[in-house]
């Protein structure tokens, strides 16, 4: 059973880029959620995805955007680029967006420059 | 005030010691809590998870809630050098839809 899967694992982007994060869910699984995670921080909650709807957004601005595909995948893509957004992106798959059960993938380390 | 508080450590224990860990939040519609084990340079796996007030025990590991107080813990009997890891608590609200909010994880050193 395969279990949530990232790519790419690691990428290095320059200020003023912009980057596409891929997932692939846990088999069952039609929820997703996206979380960033700085160095020495717990996860930062930045959108949830079901039914191909975004749901639920944390603070971030719109350079952060996502999509969902009818077969649950997702991507996460981030504009304009940041040195501070550098970080692990987590991606979190559940059975429905009602439970905090989250099962996530080993992440998109982002380096920017 | 951040939404869920949790002490980074580091905290290191000897190898058999009983670990506690701990989390204190703020906003009293958290229904749903969750202990993750995060590994160097790994995603978070899920260790506990419990819904409302109460106790949970799987194996060496204990989770306790206590709403009325806001608090959350951890407890690792035996503790082995495999459990040095960072542990995130996490906690989750049904407000149309389930935006769960993690503490800022706590590094535990386990020596053997």
């Known amino acids: 059973d395969a279990g949530v899967t990232q790519s790419p694992t690691h990428l290095i982007k320059t200020r003023g880029q912009q980057v596409t994060l891929r997932c692939s869910p846990k088999?069952?699984?039609?929820?997703v959620s996206w979380y960033q995670q700085a160095l020495g921080q717990g996860p930062q909650f930045i959108f949830q995805y079901y039914e191909e709807e975004e749901r639920q957004r944390g603070n971030f601005p719109d350079r952060f955007s996502g999509h969902q595909f009818p077969n649950y995948s997702s991507e996460l893509n981030v504009n304009a680029l940041l040195l501070g957004d550098s970080a692990l992106y987590l991606c979190?798959?559940?059975?429905?967006?009602?439970?905090?059960?989250?099962?996530f993938g080993e992440g998109s380390r982002l380096t920017v420059l | 005030q951040k939404e869920v508080e949790q002490d980074p450590g580091p905290l290191s224990v000897p190898e058999g010691a009983i670990v506690s860990l701990n989390c204190t939040y703020s906003?009293?519609?958290?229904?749903?809590f969750m202990w993750y084990r995060q590994y160097s340079r790994k995603g978070p796996e899920l260790l506990m998870y419990?819904?409302?007030?109460g106790n949970k025990e799987d194996g060496r590991f204990t989770a306790q809630v206590d709403k009325s107080s806001k608090y959350i813990s951890l407890f690792i009997r035996d503790s082995q050098p495999s459990d040095s890891a960072t542990y995130l608590c996490a906690m989750s609200a049904n407000t149309g839809g389930f935006k769960t909010i993690f503490g800022a994880g706590t590094r535990l050193f386990v020596k053997a």
């Open positions: 979190a798959s559940s059975l429905g967006q009602n439970t905090g059960e989250l099962f």
């Open positions: 906003n009293s519609a958290f229904q749903y």
């Open positions: 419990t819904y409302s007030s």
């Open positions: 088999s069952g699984h039609d929820t």
